[in-house]
């Protein structure tokens, strides 16, 4: 049995390998950024991705009309279970009609390729142009290596923290597909800031933003 649980251990060490390899190989780092010190930008260029215009503005019609009736009809929750969101609704979401199952199907190929090593669910967030994302690291009891995020509605700045003397501004555009890997996946927290924010001294005003997010199953995890 300890043969069958070492075998087990390399290659799920292979296949979190090959996951971050795809990425690193798979994903250009060309983003407008604003870092504290050369160490968060090492880590930033690692572990960070983005895609402007991954969809159209059509395509984002698309998608709203699907769920977004059913999000008309709930109120915005004041904070969420964890304490990290203020002023949002959700909804896991697994199913998707045709044209927007081709989409979705397109950001699985995106962010995790040939592997296609997902969870099933899509999260759909809806956060408020009041609301805001605490500073917070995904739990690895939910989710693996990759964290990616699509963007709707609105542009935002995200910050990536590890310290206070190590973090990155990020502006995330509309239509945008971000991707955290690596220490920025494990080591930073992540979050939304309020609804006007400034990075190279130009101010974002965010308005609501639904963000459309997939990740890696949980057992495909990394050590740094």
Known sequence: SSGINAEYGVNK???????????YNNHARNFNYASSSQLAET???EGFSLKENFITYQE?????????????RRKYLKGH??????????????EW????NEIIKRLENHVFGSSGRC???????????????????????FCGALV?????LSDAVMRLKLDDDNYSDVFIPRLSVYIM??????????????????????????????TLMKRSIESDHVDL
């Not at 984002?60 to 008309?72: D, G, R, T």
């Not at 969870?119 to 009891?141: M, N, R």
């Open 13 to 23: 060490l292979k296949r979190s390998q090959k996951l971050c390899h795809n990425f």
């Open 43 to 45: 880590h930033l260029k």
């Open 60 to 72: 984002e019609k698309q998608l709203l009309s699907e769920f977004n009736h059913k999000f008309m």
């Open 81 to 94: 279970w964890d304490g990290a969101i203020i002023q949002y609704r959700e909804m896991e979401k697994l």
């Open 97 to 100: 009609n045709e044209p927007n």
């Open 119 to 141: 969870l099933d669910a899509t999260h759909v967030l809806d956060l408020h142009e009041d609301g805001y994302i605490k500073p917070h690291i995904d739990s690895v009891k």
């Open 148 to 152: 990616s995020g699509m963007s709707l």
């Open 181 to 210: 890997s690596r220490h920025i996946r494990y080591k930073y927290t992540h979050e939304i800031l309020p609804n006007t924010s400034t990075i190279h001294g130009k101010e974002v005003h965010r308005t609501r933003r639904i």
